[in-house]
C-alpha cells in the first residue's frame, strides 16, 4: 500500500472515532503521521503512524494487519504499539523499546497527546490523570519529559 491509500484506510476506519477532546481522531493520526516524519521516520514508521491505534480501537482487526498488504516492518511497528488488554505499562513500553522503529513512532504520539493546547480543553481531573500517565510512559521509554 502507498501511504497515501494508508492514510485513506486510516481515516476511513477511525471515521467514527473522536478524541477525549471531542475532535475527529483523524486529527490525532494525521498529528502523529506529521510528528513521525518531522522527527525523521521512514515509509514504514509513517505507515505506522496512521495505523498505530486501528487494531487497538478494533477500528481493524488483527487478521486485516496479517493479510496486508504492508512491509513486515510496519506490521511489527503496528504490532508493538497495540496494547493488550490489561498489560502491564512495563510490559507495553519493553515491547515498544525493542521494536525497531517503534520508539519514534510512540515519540510522536506521546508529544501529541500530551500537547497543552490538547490537554487544555480535558476537565481538571482527565487533564492530570493523562499528565501523569504519559510522563509515565515516557520514563518508561527513557524519553525526555515532555
Not at 480501537?57 to 494487519?65: N, R
Not at 493488550?84 to 506521546?110: C, F, N
Request: charged content about 30%; aromatic content about 4%; overall charge negative.
Amino acid at each position: 500500500m502507498t501511504l497515501a491509500e494508508v492514510e485513506a484506510l486510516a481515516r476511513a476506519a477511525h471515521a467514527t472515532q473522536t478524541d477525549k477532546a471531542g475532535r475527529p481522531y483523524a486529527e490525532h493520526l494525521q498529528a502523529v503521521a506529521d510528528g513521525v516524519r518531522e522527527r525523521g521516520g521512514d515509509d514504514d514508521q509513517i505507515a505506522a503512524a496512521w495505523l498505530h491505534d486501528a487494531v487497538e480501537d478494533d477500528a481493524l482487526s488483527e487478521d486485516w494487519l496479517e493479510e496486508a498488504a504492508l512491509s513486515p516492518r510496519t506490521k511489527d511497528i503496528v504490532r508493538a504499539l497495540t496494547k493488550a488488554d490489561g498489560e502491564s505499562p512495563e510490559s507495553y513500553a519493553r515491547r515498544v523499546r525493542t521494536t525497531r522503529g517503534a520508539l519514534l513512532v510512540k515519540a510522536s504520539d506521546l508529544a501529541h497527546n500530551s500537547d497543552p493546547l490538547r490537554l487544555a480543553v480535558l476537565d481538571e481531573l482527565t487533564r492530570i490523570r493523562l499528565t501523569r500517565k504519559y510522563a509515565t510512559m515516557r520514563a518508561l521509554l527513557g524519553l525526555p519529559p515532555g
